[in-house]
């Protein structure tokens, strides 16, 4: 199948006071046309950066995408001008982002908030327009879409403003939808709405989906392939159904058995010891060793490259052909 998008090598680094922060360091992956990617993982992984890289949303200063490639069918869109970039965004590519109240402009009705993004990629009158918007809050499920197009983004509720926000993403029939966070502030069962309409839209129009999250339960639901990043870096891609079914990187276990699960009698949930680390500390060697439950002193001295291991890319030496050997004797002789 065709790749609609292929990420290589991208690096987005900011520069603080403190030090360089690596946010984004030397992702890649691709997307085909109507697959769903999913990135995970905690708080400060590089999760989102990687999405505004994509847009070239990044704000600058102090952050600059330093290296890489985004190819949109063939195109680098880190080296097309800006003009054309903005025709990109909103008409090729589409982004929900994971606050809808701050993302909405709060002194514009939502109905024309949709119609300028229509009437600018789409060349058409206002008149159009707002037929497309009420259309579109039609689609995404918001009732009496005639009423609800004059309202302002406070009037409507948390559900309602991320429909909204989707609306307004798909308006203009993006190939690739970028999904952060959509669910983050709903409670669950409008939580399960939102999915389920972001899957029926996608099956709908055939469009690819970047889904990003911290919830591996809604990747399990969405997902045809994962990405998994920790401090910047991918440490684990896979299909869906191999990452959950054995899971090869000690932080996709741990995030793996943080899950709440039925079938467990356990009053208190697993989770992963210790913190992220500062992006301007660092440890050496492998990033991921001071919280990982079978760290060796070769993890505390080799950062270890992302290699194939069982069809999936994996950054981990306990794997590594190069030092998986020396791995094996350090880890029997504990």
């Known amino acids: 199948m065709e790749k609609l998008i292929e990420v290589k090598n991208l690096k987005t680094y900011f520069y603080t006071e403190d030090g360089v922060v690596k946010a984004v360091d030397d992702v890649s992956f691709s997307i085909e046309k109507g697959k769903t990617l999913g990135i995970v993982g905690e708080s400060g992984s590089g999760k989102s950066i990687t999405s505004l890289s994509i847009m070239r949303l990044v704000q600058s200063p102090p952050g600059k995408i330093v290296g890489g490639e985004v190819l949109f069918h063939g195109r680098d869109l880190l080296k097309i001008p800006l003009n054309e970039m903005r025709e990109v965004r909103g008409n090729d590519i589409a982004m929900i982002f994971q606050e809808p109240m701050t993302s ?29 918007a009420v259309q579109m809050l039609s689609l995404v499920g918001i009732p009496n879409p005639e009423k609800r197009i004059k309202e302002y983004p ?36 409008i939580q399960a709405q939102i999915l389920d309409l972001i899957n029926e839209l996608k099956e709908r129009t055939g469009a690819a989906v970047i889904m990003i999250t911290h919830a591996l339960g809604v990747i399990a639901e969405v997902a045809d392939d994962v990405i998994v990043m920790y401090c910047g870096r991918i440490v684990e891609h896979a299909d869906v159904h191999s990452l959950f ?45 001071p919280r990982c439950h079978c760290a060796l002193d070769i993890c505390r001295q080799v950062s270890p490259e992302a290699f194939p291991v069982r069809g999936r890319m994996v950054r981990c030496l306990k794997y590594h052909p190069e030092y998986e050997q020396q791995w094996k004797e350090e880890a029997a002789g504990e």
Not at 246 to 267: K, V
Not at 274 to 287: A, I, S
């Open 245 to 289: 079914k054995e899971p090869l990187h000690p932080y996709t276990q741990g995030l793996l058995r943080s899950i709440p699960r039925l079938d467990q009698n356990d009053e208190k949930l697993s989770s992963i010891p210790g913190m992220v680390p500062k992006m301007t500390q660092m440890p050496d060697g492998c990033p991921f060793h």
């Open 154 to 189: 406070h009037q409507l509720s948390g559900g309602m403003r991320q429909r909204v926000m989707i609306a307004m993403a798909l308006s203009c029939s993006p190939e690739l939808l970028i999904c952060d966070e959509p669910t983050t502030a709903l409670d669950v069962t």
């Open 104 to 132: 909405l402009n709060p002194v514009f009705t939502v109905g024309r908030q949709i119609a300028e993004a229509v009437m600018i990629h789409q060349n058409c009158d206002k008149k159009k327009a707002w037929e497309k």
